[in-house]
């Protein structure tokens, strides 16, 4: 996968762009990079990178977030120096909350972002109730392009079921991936998954999973 100076990550709920994010983020820094994470997910209170403070310190990674991210309260209050951080070393990764209501948070600093080399990646999940078919990917594309005043430059197939995500669901959505890509215009920027799944996939990216669902946590939990 190729950086640019700051790396916007958005997608639907439960695309897994967080993971995503995590996973981009520890790969820059593990290749000695500086790496600055935002995180700009004000809309799912349950996956953020803010929620990784610890693991981010542990790679000399700087995390930025909302005032009130991993609180108890629920409306964020923004008040990023975006062009502070922006002007940072390194390499900036912005986990974007999912659909158009998380990108007008976005579209809050789209001249900041018109000023460095910027990319906006846009992240599928054919196991996602509304984004099964290539045409609602694409719908929910547009709403986010719209709520931001940014448009996207390329797609990423993180496809998965979580846990029980396997060979054959990666593989089933290549055809998919592709349609979205040839639809909306765009090229896929890397397809995601644990290493296992992804021999003989064009543009593999390996991923760890980080971010777990509530219930997997909990059978963590339960089975300790």
């Not at 979580?162 to 998919?176: N, P």
Request: aromatic letters at 10%; hydrophobic letters at 40%.
């Amino acid at each position: 996968m190729k950086f640019r100076k700051i790396n916007i990550i958005t997608g639907h709920y439960g695309s897994g762009k967080t993971n995503v994010s995590v996973n981009m983020a520890l790969d820059l820094a593990e290749k000695g990079e500086k790496v600055t994470v935002v995180d700009l997910d004000i809309v799912n209170p349950y996956f953020r990178t803010a929620d990784f403070k610890e693991l981010f310190g542990e790679h000399n990674i700087s995390l930025t977030v909302p005032t009130y991210a991993n609180s108890n309260l629920d409306i964020p209050a923004l008040g990023f120096d975006m062009n502070g951080i922006a002007d940072r070393e390194g390499y900036i990764i912005i986990d974007v909350g999912g659909d158009d209501e998380g990108a007008k948070a976005l579209g809050r600093y789209r001249k900041v972002f018109e000023k460095y080399d910027t990319q906006m990646l846009y992240v599928i999940n054919r196991c996602r109730y509304l984004t099964k078919e290539p045409a609602e990917a694409l719908q929910l594309m547009y709403e986010i392009e719209n709520a931001s005043g940014m448009k996207c430059d390329g797609i990423i197939n993180n496809t998965n079921l979580g846990r029980e995500t396997d060979r054959d669901i990666v593989f089933g959505s290549v055809a998919y991936a592709d349609e979205v890509c040839r639809e909306a215009g765009l090229p896929l920027v890397a397809v995601t998954a644990e290493a296992s799944y992804l021999d003989g996939i064009d543009k593999a990216y390996p991923v760890n999973i980080y971010v777990k669902k509530l219930w997997e946590e909990f059978g963590d939990e339960a089975g300790k």
